[in-house]
T-cell receptor
Framework: DAGVIQSPRHEVTEMGQEVTLRCKPI?????LFWYRQTMMRGLELLIY????????DSGMPEDRFSAKMPNASFSTLKIQPSEPRDSAVYFC??????????????FGPGTRLTVT | AQTVTQSQPEMSVQEAETVTLSCTYD???????LFWYKQPPSRQMILVIR??????QNATENRFSVNFQKAAKSFSLKISDSQLGDAAMYFC????????????FGKGTRLSVIA
């Protein structure tokens, strides 16, 4: 299995531009999580989905952030408009729900976003 | 809300020696999982070890072991025979057992290994 795939690996954009981060979870996994990592706040949850349905988006900082999961094999995190304070590493993770082994989350390599 | 605290922002250890990283957590739940993740400079999050709260026996994975003290809500990681490749950020994380809920992370401990 290829693991969790995220694209792009690096993104540099100017303030005000739209940014779209993409994630392909491990095949067969039915939970997907978006985390953000910054020096100041560490690793924090932004949103997560079970069976493509958003369960908790309380970590999404503001309306500029939106996430979708149109099918079991794809999710996007969009920032519009982007701001310098959005600069961070964004991780996607997936796991298999309600199984004995379903407690492990598998992380993608992350997307390093820089907003200038 | 659950919280995870790692009180050691940085630690160092001599190669081949043993080091212990501390973690405490706060929860009102009785059933949960605890994890240690390693993040090397590549930034990939790598699961090092996990502990189910209902198990009294401490988890071990080769050179990595934990000291799980449920009553004290303490979950420390011991790395034996430290190797240069162990140098990384280490994150302690908590997750409720019910459902497939998100991880709650500590702020991390940066471990340096001195040759």
């Amino acid at each position: 299995d290829a693991g969790v795939i995220q694209s792009p690996r690096h993104e540099v954009t100017e303030m005000g531009q739209e940014v779209t981060l993409r994630c392909k979870p491990i095949s067969g996994h039915n939970s997907l999580f978006w985390y953000r990592q910054t020096m100041m706040r560490g690793l924090e949850l932004l949103i997560y989905f079970n069976n493509n349905v958003p369960i908790d988006d309380s970590g999404m900082p503001e309306d500029r952030f939106s996430a979708k999961m149109p099918n079991a094999s794809f999710s996007t995190l969009k920032i519009q408009p982007s701001e310098p304070r959005d600069s961070a590493v964004y991780f996607c993770a997936s796991s298999l729900r309600l199984t004995v082994a379903g407690y492990e989350q598998y992380f993608g390599p992350g997307t390093r976003l820089t907003v200038t | 809300a659950q919280t995870v605290t790692q009180s050691q922002p940085e630690m160092s250890v001599q190669e081949a020696e043993t080091v212990t990283l501390s973690c405490t957590y706060d929860t009102s739940e009785s059933d949960y999982y605890l994890f240690w993740y390693k993040q090397p400079p590549s930034r990939q999050m790598i699961l090092v070890i996990r502990q189910e709260a209902y198990k009294q026996q401490n988890a071990t994975e080769n050179r990595f072991s934990v000291n799980f003290q449920k009553a004290a809500k303490s979950f420390s990681l011991k790395i034996s025979d430290s190797q240069l490749g162990d140098a990384a950020m280490y994150f302690c994380a908590y997750r409720r057992r019910s459902g497939n809920t998100p991880l709650v992370f500590g702020k991390g401990t940066r471990l340096s290994v001195i040759a």
